[in-house]
DNA sequence: TCAATATATATGCAACTGCATATAATTGGT
DNA sequence: ACCAATTATATGCAGTTGCATATATATTGA
């Protein structure tokens, strides 16, 4: 027999969607407005600027990012149209490449966290003070795996 | 001159996704793996549920969830597709109609609801005490408008 | 060495989403 | 009563995703 979660359980989870759900609209919005490039491309040009010109394997990205390996593959096969990234032939294993940011790629990237950071702000900073954010932060990493 | 989000804020912000998807992931897993039909139907059928043989306006319904007025449309669409909820005639406004629960989705609900509350556990009651999940939930409040 | 298995990445298809706009009915002002 | 503006809902289209599977290369064990 299962055991019913508890009312705070359910309200937990309830305000995770909906804060997640506000958080991603505000975010996105401003994305929108600044006329830039989905969301989803600022984290991968973030990680492979990390690495500058060595870049990353594609199961590399796919681990520090939040997405699934086809949803990477065709995510990068759009940045890589936008010239954003390059995906380079990989001498050690014929089967993948080395994905590496280009210069205009990290051109766009920070433009995109100019909008991104203020976006954070609006959502979570205006919001939260540091502690608060430190304690939510301490919180929602016990429901990461 | 804008400011810059503080190192706390930004990893709230982190952790609000990484944590979000990861639950969300858990559930949705769980819904498949009992070949249910999927988590966004769930509310709708429980909205429509509380108001039983009543039933609730397009637009009531999409003031209480989380879904775009088209989304709402085309979601209602394919459940109704499924013969789990009915969109009746309205003869107080020729536009729309009432949108109400059927007997078959009350069944379904019910059978989605041991699931979705199992899920539930498994992505926060087994990793958060009840005074945890207040803490998050009072949080998470002030992220929502 | 070679077949079996595992790994890295891509893709056809169907489902879902956003955006803009369409359609239809209601309301408000004159 | 009439027309303009507003509200409720739907839809064409293009873009995005999940799922299952394909393709190609690498690795392992006999």
Redo the contacts with the bound molecule.
Sequence with gaps: MNKKPSDEVVMAWVYLLKAQNAAMGHV??MF?KGGL??F?WYDVLWELEKEDAVGL??????ERLL????????????IEKAEYVE?LP?S????????VITRPGKKIRAKMWEVYSQAINTAVGDRLSDKQCEQLKRLLANLVD
Tied chains: 1, 2.
């Design positions: 996105e919005a929108k490039p989905p989803s394997r594609q199961f590399q990205l796919e997405v699934s390996q086809y949803g990477l593959s065709r995510l990068l096969t759009r995906r990989c050690e294993d014929g089967r993948g490449h080395r994905v």
